[in-house]
T-cell receptor, first 115, second 113 residues
């Protein structure tokens, strides 16, 4: 059973550019959530999608957006990149969105460096 | 708002000994899940153990056990018989019914030979 796949694994961008990250969840998982991890801020929740709908959103500016497709694959986009956006972006999928019991299975992450 | 507090930025333990990583949480929800994840230097988050808010017994998974004290809102992770491969960062997390997860700042565990 394939795990959660994130692409690209590493990328370098310059300030002002935009970036799109992709996440393919485990087959059958309909909930996908995104997290930003930085040394200073720890693991911060970005948003969660379930059945193509954004159900939860963290406290990030509108430059951060996402979407989920009918096959549960998800993308997140960051526009007008800032130096502070340099981080490890983790995607996680779970079986069913509405439950406190669902284990998150994480991908390996996309490491973004903004110069 | 949900909050997870891990007060130990770093911990050391001797190989083969047990170690407890602390976690306290704050929530107004009655139903929630508590999780521990391990993040090795490679970066990938690995699920270790889960405890539901209505579970009366402490969860165990091999060498991992979760010491759940609901009244104190604590969910400490106990690792028995530490191994060198246990050296990693450990995150406590809480998942609310609506699906959002909140993570603590993590504890870096170093196992000494």
């Amino acid at each position: 059973k394939a795990g959660v796949t994130q692409t690209p694994r590493y990328l370098i961008k310059t300030r002002g550019q935009q970036v799109t990250l992709s996440c393919s969840p485990i087959s059958g998982h309909r909930s996908v959530s995104w997290y930003q991890q930085t040394p200073g801020q720890g693991l911060q929740f970005l948003f969660e999608y379930f059945s193509e709908t954004q159900r939860n959103k963290g406290n990030f500016p509108g430059r951060f957006s996402g979407r989920q497709f009918s096959n549960s694959r998800s993308e997140m986009n960051v526009s007008t990149l800032e130096l502070g956006d340099s981080a490890l972006y983790l995607c996680a999928s779970s079986l069913v969105g509405v439950s406190g019991a669902n284990v998150l299975t994480f991908g390996a992450g996309s490491r973004l460096t903004v110069l | 708002a949900q909050k997870i507090t891990q007060t130990q930025p770093g911990m050391f333990v001797q190989e083969k000994e047990a170690v407890t990583l602390d976690c306290t949480y704050d929530t107004s929800d009655q139903s929630y899940g508590l999780f521990w994840y391990k993040q090795p230097s490679s970066g990938e988050m690995i699920f270790l153990i889960y405890q539901g808010s209505y579970d009366e017994q402490n969860a165990t998974e091999g060498r991992y056990s979760l010491n759940f004290q609901k009244a104190r809102k604590s969910a400490n992770l106990v690792i028995s018989a530490s191994q060198l491969g246990d050296s990693a960062m450990y995150f406590c997390a809480m998942r609310e019914l609506a699906g959002k997860s909140t993570f603590g700042d993590g504890t870096t565990l170093t196992v000494k030979p």
